[in-house]
């Protein structure tokens, strides 16, 4: 420590002493008198001489802090080599093109709205009643003006929006409502209508199986536990059969609602295999089918018996006059026309409901994907899937997801804890789906392995780290010494002690985002367009802090 004290000394000591010197030749004429001969002179010369020496070691002594105060900025500033981790800051969010308001919105960035241009997939966690609906889903549905498919739990995003997105955006509103909730009407959709498209056209037939495989798989999906598959497998027999006929001989009556009436009643059933064993469609597809049926009929009544029940019990939601019967019995508006750019269709569930029907919610959203996909029309659709999870398994989804951006889908998943993504996919089918989203949004995180998996994701930081050598004795100088350690960006404990108001946004191509985010009455004009909440109520009679400029509707 005693050699830092010799260090600033000397630049103070020569600064002293070149000073001294200098005043005392300024002053020696005053204190000797003049004329001055030649040894005062001299004498003044030596002093100005020692004075500048001083005045010049004072300045070497100078450059030679300024030159170890740059090494030690150097030597203070981190290498990198445990990582370069940083939160990307508004500028690079601006070069990104994240500050063009014509995308998806996102959050904010110091107070500055973020939103997504890209043409990928997105992909959010939020546990339940953590502001996923007032904060993301109603705000872009104020927002964003073209197609969009949204599962609306309770109801509640269609009663805000839909006269919204009829108004100012000129779209056609359709509501699948079943239960009708808060007065919202209902609009028939067929999932099956495909399938009849199909079976009515002989250029196109080639991939009616293949759909019907698809369906079925949506109704009766493989579980994680594979075991009994041979049950399954028999009971999906069965509705494979049953729907190819329905398509094929009776386009008018492939319903959900009328397939469950078909393998329900055993005697309807022995008919329309007699009626499949007949059959010269398909090349004989459907006659094969009919007599495999027939054989199992037959020869091991029982066991088809139980194939039967296992069909039964996956249609039991469409039983004819249930909620859904009538409702997926025919169709208001073609799945395909959601392409043009010009419709907002609503699947409303109650919430109790979800668990029990979430079937159904899978497989219109299936198909609505299906349709989208193989429309030659320009145009694209979001798929904004709150409650993803109790969509139950979407065939093919993951499989599609990486060409369905290309055929204009664009999915929005969004789910309470990634760990139901998992029980439903697997863990290496998560992967695929998450690798395929762009954007990947968190907040409220409150379980410790997600907390790990994303500080994991947010990589590591350098840091300098300086120890204290005190010596043996107390005489001795205690001794300094820098070193580097790795750190992550945020530690798993900070990520679920994150605010309220805050959230972490992947975004490929830019550096990790800490931004914020709040609810879509705090901008000004969303709190006006929305209509009355028909669960929580008006809106909060606040001030916006954020306002969005809009073109005037004509």
């Given at each position: 420590?005693?050699g830092?004290?010799?260090?600033?000394?000397?630049?103070?000591?020569?600064l002293?002493i070149?000073?001294?010197?200098?005043?005392?030749?300024?002053?020696y004429?005053?204190?000797f008198?003049?004329?001055?001969?030649?040894?005062?002179n001299?004498?003044?010369g030596v002093?100005?001489?020692?004075g500048?020496?001083?005045?010049f070691?004072?300045?070497?002594?100078?450059?030679g802090?300024?030159?170890?105060?740059?090494s030690?900025?150097e030597?203070l500033?981190?290498?990198?080599?445990?990582?370069?981790?940083?939160f990307?800051?508004l500028?690079e969010c601006?070069?990104?093109?994240?500050?063009?308001?014509s995308?998806?919105?996102?959050?904010?960035?110091?107070?500055?709205?973020?939103?997504?241009n890209?043409r990928a997939?997105?992909?959010?966690?939020?546990?339940?009643?953590?502001?996923?609906?007032?904060?993301v889903v109603?705000g872009?549905?104020?927002?964003?003006?073209?197609?969009?498919?949204v599962?609306d739990p309770k109801?509640e995003l269609a009663?805000?929006?839909?006269?919204?997105?009829?108004?100012?955006?000129g779209?056609d509103v359709?509501i699948?409502?079943?239960?009708k909730?808060?007065?919202?009407?209902?609009?028939?959709?067929?999932?099956?209508?495909?399938?009849?498209?199909l079976?009515?056209?002989?250029a196109?037939?080639?991939?009616l199986?293949?759909?019907?495989?698809?369906?079925?798989?949506?109704?009766?999906?493989?579980?994680e536990d594979?075991r009994?598959?041979?049950?399954?497998d028999?009971?999906?027999?069965?509705?494979?059969?049953?729907?190819?006929?329905?398509?094929l001989?009776?386009?008018k009556?492939?319903?959900?609602?009328?397939?469950w009436?078909?393998i329900?009643?055993?005697?309807?059933?022995?008919r329309?295999?007699?009626?499949?064993?007949?059959?010269?469609?398909?090349?004989?597809?459907?006659?094969?089918?009919?007599?495999?049926?027939?054989?199992?009929m037959?020869?091991?009544?029982?066991?088809?018996?139980?194939?039967?029940?296992?069909?039964i019990?996956q249609?039991?939601i469409?039983?004819?006059?249930?909620?859904?019967?009538?409702?997926?019995?025919?169709?208001d508006?073609?799945?395909?026309?959601?392409?043009?750019?010009?419709?907002?269709?609503?699947?409303?569930?109650?919430?109790?409901?979800?668990?029990?029907?979430?079937?159904a919610?899978?497989?219109?959203?299936?198909?609505?994907?299906s349709?989208?996909?193989?429309?030659?029309?320009?145009?694209?659709?979001?798929?904004?899937?709150?409650?993803?999870?109790?969509?139950?398994k979407l065939?093919?989804?993951?499989e599609?997801?990486?060409?369905l951006?290309?055929?204009?889908?664009?999915?929005?998943i969004?789910?309470?804890?990634?760990?139901?993504?998992?029980r439903?996919?697997?863990?290496?089918?998560?992967?695929?789906?998450?690798?395929?989203?762009?954007?990947k949004?968190?907040?409220?995180?409150?379980?410790?392995?997600?907390?790990q998996?994303?500080?994991?994701?947010?990589?590591?930081?350098?840091?300098?780290?300086?120890?204290?050598?005190?010596?043996?004795?107390?005489?001795d100088?205690?001794?300094?010494s820098?070193?580097?350690?790795?750190?992550?960006?945020m530690?798993?404990?900070e990520i679920k002690?994150?605010?309220a108001d805050?959230?972490?946004?992947l975004?490929?191509?830019v550096r990790?985002?800490?931004?914020?985010?709040?609810?879509?009455?705090?901008?000004?004009?969303?709190?006006e367009?929305?209509s009355?909440?028909?669960?929580?109520?008006?809106?909060?009679?606040?001030?916006?802090?954020l306002?969005?400029?809009y073109?005037?509707?004509?």
């Open positions: 420590m005693a830092k004290d010799d260090k600033n000394g000397s630049v103070i000591g020569g002293l070149g000073g001294s010197f200098f005043a005392m030749a300024a002053i004429p005053d204190i008198g003049t004329p001055l001969d030649a040894g005062d001299f004498r003044i002093m100005q001489t020692f500048g020496l001083g005045l070691s004072a300045a070497m002594a100078g450059y802090r300024f030159l170890r105060g740059v030690r900025l030597a500033k981190p290498s990198g080599i445990y990582g370069n981790a940083e990307a800051d500028a601006t070069e990104k093109g994240l500050t063009d308001p995308g998806l919105y996102l959050g904010l960035l110091d107070g500055v709205p973020l939103f997504f890209g997939h997105l992909f959010l966690d939020a546990p339940a009643r953590s502001g996923k609906s007032a904060g109603t872009n549905l104020l927002h964003y003006q073209s197609s969009v498919v599962t109801g009663a805000m929006t839909a006269a919204h997105r009829r108004k100012r955006f779209q359709v699948f409502s079943p239960w909730l808060h007065g919202l009407p209902c609009h028939r959709i067929n999932p099956l209508e495909n399938v009849i498209a079976a009515g056209d002989p196109l037939r080639r991939g199986t293949d759909e019907v495989k698809s369906i079925v798989m949506q109704l009766y999906p493989e579980p594979t009994n598959r041979y049950f399954r028999g009971s999906r027999s069965i509705m494979r059969a049953v729907l190819l006929y329905l398509a001989h009776a386009p009556r492939c319903t959900l609602p009328e397939m009436r078909l329900a009643n055993p005697l309807r059933l022995e329309a295999v007699e009626a499949m064993r007949k059959s010269e469609e398909l090349g004989g597809i459907l006659a094969d089918l009919g007599d495999d049926l027939a054989s199992q037959r020869d091991n009544a029982d066991l088809f018996g139980d194939f039967r029940a296992g069909a019990q249609l039991d469409f039983e004819p006059g249930g909620y859904l019967a009538d409702a997926v019995s025919g169709s508006v073609a799945l395909a026309d959601l392409k043009s750019g010009k419709v907002s269709f609503y699947l409303a569930f109650p919430t109790d409901r979800i668990a029990s029907h979430g079937a919610l899978g497989l219109i959203v299936n198909q609505a994907i349709a989208v996909a193989r429309s030659p029309e320009k145009g694209e659709v979001l798929f904004l899937l709150d409650e993803f999870a109790n969509l139950g065939s093919g989804l993951a599609s997801l990486t060409a951006p290309g055929l204009g889908v664009r999915v929005w969004i789910v309470q804890e990634l760990a139901e993504l998992v439903l996919y697997g863990p290496n089918t998560t992967e695929t789906i998450l690798s395929q989203a762009e954007v949004q968190f907040f409220a995180v409150n379980s410790d392995q997600l907390a998996k994303l500080s994991r994701a947010l990589g590591q930081k350098t840091v300098k780290t300086l120890s204290f050598n005190l010596g043996r004795t107390d005489d100088d205690i001794g300094e820098l070193g580097e350690t790795g750190q992550p960006l530690r798993p404990e002690q994150m605010g805050q959230q972490l946004l975004v490929n191509g990790p985002i800490l931004g914020e985010r709040m609810p879509f009455w705090f901008v000004a004009p969303w709190r367009w929305a009355v909440n028909p669960v929580e109520g008006d809106c909060p009679d606040v001030k916006p802090r306002r969005l400029d073109a005037k509707k004509e």
